[in-house]
């Protein structure tokens, strides 16, 4: 797939910017670390943690009993240890050297309660120390990584610390000391977005559940507070907008405000009214199969997850009709529901996830969704990522066989968006006889090749007729000339579980598990029925569906589509 070019002098300026960013941002990293290792044998190392926060993550017994084997079963990968250090082994890939170096599998072990257990725990745990301790670079002291990393530990210390002696427990609590220590340098030059806003917890957890002072409690919950008003925006959506990172932000903040509750402790002012904004937009994005929406960097959801972290949502109500600064709409009657995405990353840094999805949009009904995005792959590497976040991967249109957005292939700078939509308009608004309806506009097409693209998706009242209108056209008074081929191609992505039939050269028929059934149509337009990936999958990647509608821009600027349900 060709990437959407820019001006010269845009893409200079965004480079030049970009790698100042990045320079100032490892050099601060680079002077944090330093102070670190001179000052790492004046640390002050208490006696004992105070509590174990709780970790509302699902457990799947399965993986103790394969750990005790010998075995170890993450990011859909299986290492065989045969009694050696995992670290020591070659790994068997990127993701699951990730989820092994966060312990987070500690959880896993809640269910097994046996000395050998956490016997084989501390055995892995200090082989990590031996190795990673002091090395202070690499994947396993990426900020993210390390955050988590304390999490884990603190939430899991009764696995770890069952039946030990007191050596080991003063290690334990020197390495917790040392990682706080470590994420204090370095939260200000973390990747901001999530990454910075789980550093952040982990710090406040730490100074709760282990001996503090009031002024260390203070300033953690103070810098908490400030990360809450900045990345949860007013309307309850993350500032990555992302679906999903509300919910992996809210399994941690949960607990994190119960045990400020529990010891007394001063809850920070935010955290409260934090929680309770996100919960609507948590709703905002919820299908009717219970899942969350595949949109910029999402993928598939656990249901004990998402529904541990619902049973605390004192604010249950209807989810709302449009979130205006995460910049996606909802249309909503019936059985039937309808999210468009009509925004963009809100800054470079906050762009390494984002998708060129812009007017996309998922629909879903009864039991299933019917229509979606191909989502973001779990464990897989780089090349299917990257793949996840081009515009053809998301149910929307594509010009040129173009991504509306260009993403930098510089290893310093990481996957930022360098060029492309940088304007949307939208229009929401109810017609007379009760259909709702989005119109919007983006410009990301507008400097390669001259075209706005343009998306209308209207719900009748009863929730029956999705109605959907593209276009492209050339805006007036501007000094643009179309340019390029002009073929474009409307894709909308099926979902795995559903049965694609096609009937005539111009719809097809989408049929649920549960035989609920939909027909999709467009009238004059033959609709191609071709074959796609599934990226979000939780098994991994699988082989699906999609429909596709070609049209050349300067023959038709314009086609119709609709999804009918049939009773």
Not at 42 to 50: A, D, F, G, K
Not at 267 to 273: A, E, H, N, Q, W
Not at 374 to 394: I, L, V, W, Y
């Amino acid at each position: 797939m060709r990437v959407c070019r820019s001006t010269y002098a845009d893409l200079r300026q965004g480079f030049v910017n970009s790698y100042m960013r990045e320079a100032w941002r490892r050099m601060s990293r680079r002077a944090a670390l330093t102070r670190l290792r001179l000052t790492r044998h004046t640390m002050r190392v208490p006696e004992r943690l105070i509590v174990a926060p709780t970790d509302l993550r699902s457990v799947d017994p399965f993986f103790a009993e394969e750990l005790l084997n010998g075995r170890i079963l993450l990011a859909g990968r299986v290492l065989e240890t045969q009694g050696a250090s995992p670290f020591s082994l070659e790994l068997p890939s990127l993701a699951f050297a990730a989820r092994l170096h966060n312990f987070r599998w500690l959880r896993h072990l809640r269910a097994e309660k046996s000395d050998q257990a956490s016997a084989v725990a501390r055995s892995i745990l200090t082989d990590w120390i031996a190795v990673h301790g002091r090395r202070l670079h690499g994947l396993a002291w990426s900020p993210d990584i390390a955050a988590q990393r304390l999490i884990a530990l603190l939430s899991h210390s009764p696995v770890l610390l069952q039946g030990t002696d007191s050596g080991f427990y003063r290690r334990f609590m020197r390495m917790l000391v040392f990682h706080v220590r470590f994420l204090r340098r370095i939260v200000a030059s973390s990747p901001d977005g999530i990454t910075r806003f789980r550093v952040r917890i982990a710090l406040a957890m730490a100074s709760v559940a282990m001996p503090s002072s009031s002024l260390t409690l203070k300033r953690t919950g103070q810098a908490l507070d400030r990360e809450i008003d900045r990345q949860i925006l007013q309307d309850g959506g993350h500032i990555s907008r992302n679906p999903r990172a509300s919910l992996e932000l809210l399994l941690d903040l949960l607990p994190l405000r119960q045990t400020y509750v529990n010891l007394g402790h001063d809850v920070p002012v935010r955290l409260i009214p934090g929680i309770d904004r996100m919960y609507p937009a948590l709703r905002f994005f919820r299908h009717q199969d219970g899942d969350l929406a595949l949109f910029n960097g999402a993928t598939s959801t656990l249901a004990n997850e998402l529904m541990s972290v619902l049973r605390y949502d004192e604010t249950a109500g209807q989810a709302f009709k449009a979130l205006p600064h995460t910049k996606y709409h909802r249309l909503a009657a019936g059985s039937a529901v309808v999210i468009v995405d009509t925004g963009t990353a809100a800054s470079v840094d906050l762009s390494r996830t984002a998708h060129a999805g812009c007017l996309s949009f998922e629909m879903s009904s009864g039991k299933s969704r019917f229509i979606i995005n191909s989502g973001t792959p779990e464990f897989a590497g780089d090349r299917f990522m990257q793949a996840a976040r081009a515009t053809a991967a998301h149910s929307t249109v594509t010009l040129n066989d173009t991504s509306s957005c260009q993403f930098s292939k510089s290893k310093s700078l990481g996957p930022i968006m360098v060029s492309g939509v940088k304007k949307v308009i939208v229009e929401r608004a109810e017609t007379e006889d009760g259909r709702d309806y989005v119109r919007a506009a983006h410009d990301g097409y507008l400097s390669a090749f001259g075209y706005v693209h343009e998306r209308e998706i209207s719900l009748n009242a009863s929730g029956t007729i999705v109605a959907g209108r593209d276009r492209f056209f050339v805006p007036e008074g501007k000094k643009h000339q179309p340019k390029g081929e002009g073929i474009a191609s409307a894709r909308f992505h099926i979902h795995p579980s559903i049965s694609l039939l096609q009937t005539e050269t111009d719809a097809a028929l989408l049929i649920a598990p549960d035989g609920e059934t939909w027909v999709f149509s467009s009238p004059g337009n033959e609709v191609l029925v071709a074959e796609d990936i599934f990226f979000a999958d939780p098994s991994g990647m699988r082989s699906s569906d999609q429909l596709e509608i070609v049209f050349r821009i300067t023959e038709k600027p314009e086609i119709r589509w609709f999804l009918s349900h049939r009773p």
